[in-house]
């Protein structure tokens, strides 16, 4: 399959092309300040040779605009909160523990009705929809454009979401509805949060998601269009719109699945060396470790998984001070083409290092000729020791482990580190997160509570639902595998009840 | 007799409470975070609550004893509500027809140490700076007014839909585990309750006293080392004379349910002076006994705690994964349990273990 990656990052827009198990052809191109000409741009950069260009089967694109949005506060919608969990849960209401700037500017109105289910499939209420129908028409006399609806114990029985759902949507036609069933996990804060959210940036995902198919569509390409999700794996773009949540930390997900892909190595620390900090990860089969720990996105506590990742302040724009040497956590980032010493700059940072000690060619090294070879030494050193003291934070084995340096600034990774069996280098490695973006598979995940059945039982009836979803999703159903299963007895309820997790991928199918 | 002011708690000392209680939740007792976004919002309407030494109940004074029972994973969907507890204690006035002087919980260790607050916040009661347990324990019988032999009955029992019940009488402890289950069962495994009420004199004989307070300063103490970027874990040792018993990797978790507790083990790989001894501990909803290298170093009733080893905040046994970095510490039981009568209740036996209890704090 051809297929062409795109990574839209802070600084700049990668794109490659990747065919037949290798990347036939990586180009960079400026981000601009609307997403699209950036890409448009890159597109270009990437067709103009012949080595990208030609037919594709799927463009697939990573973005951070969305966890941006929301971290910045910018283009957060009013959102109505429809809680269905009364008489239970009422003193906690949503948006209970949200930061206060963000509240302000995404909270358009709460309303909670009676109805939700207990964890045995129990009603708790009987859903009270002549409360959905009159808190649907003071939503619409409130003119919100988005609405979040939450149930207890939704994902075991979503049944009331749903018909809430549908009323909602026979009273006021428009408003896209976010349903937290949809967004997985139990925890009815932590969903509903992510439902919240989800709602909160309905109409920038579609006013992007729209703006990339057309960027796609401008630059001559008829493949569909798939956006990358928090997971390692892609969603199509009429499903990415309806969830922009998913593609919160995309970034760093595609960054370590490219340097697996690249490297051939399934089982390594990664670390993806930027302008301004390292992220130092792990991959196990080909996907990042995840975090076990809730996950605050712009302060607001999720569920989300996410990689789990350490970051330093250490990067190619990392200023460099005193002697015995400092790096960072102060860097020149996207300004290093006018600010570092090789490009006729005043500030030093790790790059003229790198220049002068002759790892990197990059700029006019007469302008560091003035370094010492021992103190770029003492640098790189201090750099290797900042590596080594995290790498160990990061490990979850004792014995040394392979690592993949990926990321523009990783000439700083020495071939030698403790703790580490090998450092291996790959090409294209600055641009491991557009080929992660490439290689994406497609997922389906199961997250419940099974009573009654053996554990052998509870995990297989979980793993058909988890490849029927993947499936639904556009999955290949005969290179579906299981990349993750986790079952928790639950202490104090009846029945053997069993919570089961399993995630599957595969293959996108051909169409 | 000595009346010491009663002290307003602060919306701090709350936040110090949910890191402390967590953390003498010893893995279990579930997370005190939703009765502290309870709390928050309750101070933000701007009702206060009063702390009140044992010390100064009188003998005939009625406490209310309050927790929140059933499954942890219930109470993830079921959000606790302040009212419901309030009413627990209302219901148990109605039945008994005697006011209650203040409210104490029944377990210092995870969320049931804001209980009492929620209550007292809504009926304008003080809280009794004391509890039954010192930290969380799986059982009814495992409390400090068990071993001192009080009556285990009566107890009140809230569903938000109107559904009250009351356990009028059992013969034992254990009765009263099994009959009230059976009830937060029925309401779908959570439920408001209010334990059989104390006399003053019963509290000041066999409750364990000034844990609310332990609890905020050892919140107090981790939160400022983490302000001031200095070690959490290092800052609790010292504020509760504990005892570093061990730092590593978490290499493997085994978990099964049996009679209805979470039981398993956690096992661990060493790291700094530790490297190269492995470290298990067995659980049964709380961390129960540590073993080095297959010998036993600690057991209830000592407080056995697992903490993340950068931000020390507390790892439960449902939550506690593969790779997470820990550091193991012990901190002293409360005297209650060194008794013949107490070890029987919580002592490694009460678990199923054949081993003495040995203290890591025995001279």
Not at chain 1, 31 to 58: E, F, K, N, P
Not at chain 1, 211 to 229: H, K, N, V
Not at chain 1, 348 to 376: F, H, K, N, S
Not at chain 2, 200 to 209: L, M, Y
Request: aromatic share 6%.
């Amino acid at each position: 399959m051809r297929r062409i990656g795109i990574d839209v990052g802070g600084t700049n827009t990668d794109a490659v092309l990747v065919d037949g198990g290798r990347v036939r052809r990586a180009v960079k191109a400026p981000t601009t300040a609307d997403v699209t000409s950036g890409i448009v741009d890159a597109l270009a950069r990437l067709r103009a040779h012949q080595d990208g260009a030609g037919d594709v089967d799927a463009v697939m694109i990573g973005t951070t605009h969305f966890i941006n949005a929301v971290v910045q506060r910018r283009h957060v919608s009013r959102v109505a909160a429809l809680r269905i969990a009364l008489p239970t849960s009422a003193s906690l209401p949503p948006f209970c523990d949200w930061p206060d700037d963000l509240a302000a500017l995404a909270r358009g109105g709460v309303w909670q009705v009676e109805g939700g289910h207990e964890y045995d499939g129990r009603p708790i209420m009987p859903l009270d929809e002549a409360a959905i129908r009159a808190a649907a028409r003071e939503i619409r006399a409130a003119g919100l454009a988005s609405v979040a609806v939450s149930a207890a114990f939704s994902p075991i029985d979503p049944s009331h979401e749903i018909r809430a759902a549908a009323i909602l949507a026979e009273e006021l036609p428009g408003p896209p509805i976010t349903c937290s069933h949809e967004l997985g996990r139990i925890g009815l804060l932590e969903r509903e949060n992510a439902a919240l959210l989800n709602a909160a940036l309905a109409e920038l995902a579609r006013d992007t998601i729209e703006a990339f198919a057309a960027a796609i569509a401008g630059s001559g390409i008829a493949a569909p269009l798939y956006i990358t999700q928090n997971d390692g794996t892609v969603a199509e773009a009429a499903v990415a719109r309806r969830f922009p949540v998913y593609s919160f930390a995309s970034g760093a997900t595609n960054s370590m699945r490219g340097a697996a892909w690249l490297s051939g190595i399934e089982d390594a620390m990664v670390v993806d060396v930027g302008g301004t900090t390292t992220d130092i990860g792990q991959i196990r089969g080909g996907f990042p470790r995840e975090s076990s720990a809730v996950v605050h996105v712009g302060g607001v506590r999720t569920l989300f998984r996410m990689p789990d990742l350490l970051s330093i302040g250490l990067g190619g724009g990392s200023h460099v001070e005193g002697d015995p040497p400092r790096i960072g956590p102060l860097s020149v980032g996207f300004r290093l083409p006018e600010e570092a010493r090789v490009f006729g700059g005043g500030r030093l940072v790790a790059t003229d290092i790198a220049v002068a000690a002759g790892l990197l060619d990059l700029g006019e090294r007469a302008r560091v000729a003035d370094i010492a070879p021992g103190y770029a030494k003492r640098v790189l050193d201090e750099a290797a020791r900042m590596l080594e003291e995290n790498i160990d934070r990061m490990k979850t084995e004792a014995g040394d482990v392979p690592l993949v340096a990926v990321g523009g600034g990783a000439f700083l990774v020495p071939s030698r580190l403790a703790g580490v069996s090998r450092v291996v280098h790959v090409p294209h490695g600055d641009c491991a997160n557009a080929v992660g973006a490439a290689i994406a598979q497609i997922s389906g995940e199961v997250d419940q509570i099974f009573r009654d059945m053996t554990r052998a039982d509870a995990i297989a009836a979980a793993t058909r639902l988890a490849a029927d979803r993947a499936c639904t999703a556009g999955a290949d159903r005969a290179t579906l595998r299981t990349v993750e299963t986790e079952d928790m007895p639950l202490s104090y309820l009846p029945g053997n009840a069993l919570r089961v997790r399993v995630r599957m991928v595969g293959d996108v199918a051909a169409r | 007799m000595s009346a010491t002011p009663m002290r307003e708690i602060t919306a701090e000392d709350i936040e110090s409470l949910a890191v402390g209680a967590w953390i003498l939740g010893t893995g279990g007792g579930g997370s005190p975070y939703l009765g502290l976004l309870n709390m928050r919002r309750l101070y933000a309407e701007g009702r206060r609550v009063r702390l009140m030494s044992p010390d100064d109940l009188a003998d005939d004074d009625a406490v209310a004893v309050v927790s929140n029972q059933g499954a942890p994973l219930v109470g993830q969907e079921r959000l606790t509500d302040s009212r419901n507890v309030a009413r627990a204690v209302e219901l148990m006035e109605e039945f008994t027809g005697k006011r209650f002087r203040a409210i104490m919980s029944l377990e210092i260790g995870g969320g049931n140490s804001i209980q009492p607050m929620m209550a007292a916040a809504h009926l304008g009661l003080p809280v009794v700076d004391a509890d039954c347990m010192g930290r969380a324990y799986p059982e009814a019988q495992m409390t400090s007014f068990a071993v001192g032999g009080l009556k285990p009955w009566p107890l009140t029992s809230v569903d938000p839909r109107g559904v009250e019940s009351i356990v009028a009488r059992v013969p034992t402890w254990k009765w009263m585990e099994r009959v009230s289950r059976k009830i937060c069962t029925e309401y779908g495994s959570i439920a408001a309750t209010c334990k059989a009420p104390r006399t003053g004199a019963e509290v000041k004989r066999w409750g364990i006293p000034y844990t609310t307070t332990k609890a905020i300063r050892i919140g107090d103490a981790v939160r400022a080392a983490r302000r001031a970027h200095e070690d959490p874990v290092a800052a609790l040792l010292e504020a509760e004379d504990g005892k570093l018993l061990y730092r590593g990797k978490v290499v493997d978790v085994e978990r099964r349910t049996t009679e209805g507790f979470l039981r398993g083990r956690a096992r661990f790989d060493g790291s700094d002076a530790w490297r190269g001894a492995g470290m298990e501990i067995d659980f049964q909803n709380e961390w129960i006994v540590a073993r080095l290298d297959g010998a036993p170093i600690a057991m209830s009733p000592d407080l056995v705690c697992v903490l993340d080893g950068v931000s020390g905040e507390a790892i439960g046994t449902e939550t506690i994964r593969y790779g997470q970095r820990i550091v193991v510490v012990a901190l002293p039981p409360p005297e209650v349990f060194l008794s013949p009568k107490g070890l029987e209740h919580v002592g490694p036996r009460a678990f199923g273990y054949d081993i003495d209890f040995c203290s890591v704090f025995a001279p």
